[in-house]
């Protein structure tokens, strides 16, 4: 443990304060990946101010840190999702095989899949625009650092499938969901 006293005097700061950088294994429930997050304590008699600082790669924002491309290391529940979608045997490869491709320009997010160097299923998203589609509603939006599409209803606004894309551990998660089924897919930057 370090203490730092202050050097420059600020009537803002309360100089009988101490600052302390706390270890990351003294501050491991705050993040798992063992990046350079840390603790910022101050204390002013009786009150302790705590300030968690992360700065992974998890924290930055979505429509930066998931342009590039990216190709399919692990999956959960993808053949039985896949098998409830009736997807088609090329659209299965895709999932399964597909490198995916994130560009972002001027707030509009441009996704492809890449599969026997063809490029497929072209889709862009205007960030927090809805459009309809016959009976249901499909917008994309950033929650949580995650980039969401979620397609409701029209008549009653109830949600038909959902996909959410973060990253977690340098690692893309797509989490797919249609009702009750769900998949989760991983992938790992190539480029």
């Not at 998660?173 to 897919?185: A, P, S, Y």
Request: glycine share 6%; proline share 2%; aromatic share 8%.
């Amino acid at each position: 443990m370090t203490t730092y006293s202050p050097c420059i005097h600020d009537e803002n700061i309360d100089y009988d304060s101490s600052f302390e950088l706390v270890d990351e294994e003294k501050i491991d429930t705050l993040d798992d990946t063992k990046s350079e997050s840390f603790q910022f304590v101050s204390s002013k008699g009786e009150t302790t101010n705590e300030v968690n600082i992360d700065s992974n790669e998890n924290s930055i924002p979505i429509v930066t840190s998931i342009v590039g491309k990216w190709k399919p290391v692990s999956s959960k529940n993808l053949e039985t999702y896949c098998k409830s979608q009736q997807l088609g045997e090329l659209a299965e490869m895709a999932w399964k095989h597909g490198i995916v491709c994130y560009e972002v320009k001027d707030g509009i997010v441009h996704v492809h899949t890449e599969l026997l160097d063809k490029k497929l299923n072209f889709n862009t998203f205007n960030l927090g625009v809805r459009i309809e589609k016959g009976q249901s509603s499909v917008i994309c939006r950033i929650e949580n650092n995650k980039l969401n599409t979620f397609c409701t209803k029209l008549i009653d606004g109830t949600e038909l499938w959902r996909v959410e894309r973060f990253i977690q551990n340098g690692k893309l998660v797509i989490l797919n969901q249609f009702g009750e089924i769900k998949c989760e897919r991983y992938y790992e930057r190539i480029v």
